[in-house]
């Protein structure tokens, strides 16, 4: 997707005029759209994500995010999979953690608070992330 071409060029290093033009776009595309019309499963993998839990589609990301490293991490949640990953009450008050719960991804996401993560995996499994994305997404 056009948003997954600059996910794929902000891990290789210093960003482009035009990939920083792709990123202003995608945001401007999730604050008009919504996070999950927008959002791509397949390109959910080293992106610095914020989620406000309180919002539906946000929680609903999470969940997605989760279902996708815990599978794809052999049903467990590694320290190693994640490469930032902090909780809190509110943005000010976020205190870094190894992981989420493990219980998150079983059960689902508290239903308040922040939670800043970025998923360190690579493309993993294109056919289960599809199906979180009809699960989670809505897409057909």
Not at 15 to 42: D, F, K, Y
Not at 81 to 99: D, H, I, N, T
Request: proline share 6%; net charge positive; glycine share 8%.
């Amino acid at each position: 997707t056009l948003f997954g071409q600059a996910s794929a060029k902000r891990k290789k290093g210093a960003e482009s005029p035009a990939t920083q033009a792709l990123e202003r776009l995608r945001s401007a595309c999730e604050g008009a759209l919504g996070r999950l019309n927008v959002a791509c499963p397949l390109q959910i993998h080293n992106r610095a994500m914020l989620l406000d839990l309180s919002l539906h589609e946000d929680r609903q990301l999470c969940r997605l995010l989760l279902a996708v490293v815990f599978k794809e991490g052999d049903k467990t949640l590694d320290p190693k999979s994640f490469g930032e990953c902090a909780y809190g009450p509110s943005q000010r008050e976020m205190r870094k953690m190894l992981v989420p719960p493990e219980w998150w991804a079983k059960v689902g996401p508290p239903q308040a608070g922040f939670l800043a993560i970025r998923y360190l995996g690579d493309e993993g499994d294109p056919a289960f992330r599809r199906r979180m994305a009809k699960q989670f997404c809505g897409w057909e």
